[in-house]
């Protein structure tokens, strides 16, 4: 009920291309695993905090402008981050993927839904849930990245190529679940 | 009860405009307080990308 399909961006809901999504703007950055680690939890940090303040504000912004508002909030958080630490802020836009912006249109359910309700704790915990999900898989693919492109020499995985196909492997994997219902 | 909405809409429209505000005056605080920051020898070390 409360994460449904967002038409406006055309992005489906399931967790797998939403983290997909959001790791696209890693593949530009140059990290080694440390980087890739601290700027993780960045964006993560950045996301918790997001859906909990917005959850929490969003009745008190115009209907219009709710979009705008999470808009001028994500920037001001790239632009604060690099103030402080120079990062570049592309990994703004994995917050914009990760986040479930359904509760910010008017015209969608997840929006009705009353700011205290019994299905709030659920949904703020598949937001943790998604939330670690994209720490694992940024890891896992920093990980192999290292493995596979440094200590082994790949040169495909030093490049956005190895990653990709990583990608693509993973996909694969998450459609042809053995026990998917 | 048009009046009520009415209110209400304005008192949202303010509520934006001042949450702007308060962004952008965040924003320059932590500009300075970075410059402040990026004194640290170590600190610069730690971010050297």
Do not use: H
């Not at chain 1, 409360?2 to 055309?10: C, F, I, L, T």
């Amino acid at each position: 009920m409360v994460s449904g399909v967002d038409p406006a961006m055309k992005i489906p809901d399931s967790l797998l291309s939403r983290i997909i999504f959001a790791y696209l703007p890693f593949m530009v950055y140059a990290f080694d695993l440390e980087k890739a680690w601290i700027a993780v939890l960045c964006v993560v940090a950045v996301f918790w905090l997001t859906v909990f303040f917005f959850w929490f504000t969003r009745n008190l912004f115009p209907e219009k402008l709710r979009s705008e508002v999470f808009f001028f909030w994500l920037l001001a958080w790239a632009q604060a981050v690099w103030y402080f630490t120079k990062l570049q802020p592309l990994w703004a836009l994995s917050v914009f993927f990760l986040i479930p912006t359904s509760f910010l249109e008017p015209s969608q359910k997840a929006s009705r839904v009353r700011v205290f309700s019994r299905v709030v704790p659920r949904y703020f915990w598949e937001r943790f849930l998604a939330g670690f999900g994209f720490i694992g898989f940024v890891i896992v693919m920093a990980l192999v990245q290292e493995v596979l492109g440094r200590q082994f020499g790949m040169m495909s995985f030093q490049r956005p190529a190895g990653i990709l196909l990583l990608l693509s492997l993973a996909a694969f994997l998450w459609k042809n679940q053995p026990y998917q219902r | 009860m048009n009046i009520k909405k009415t209110v209400l809409t304005m008192l949202q429209y303010l509520f934006f405009v001042l949450f702007v505000a308060v962004l952008l005056i965040t924003l320059s605080g932590a500009k300075m307080l970075s410059q402040e920051v990026l004194k640290n020898e170590w600190y610069r070390e730690l971010i050297r990308p």
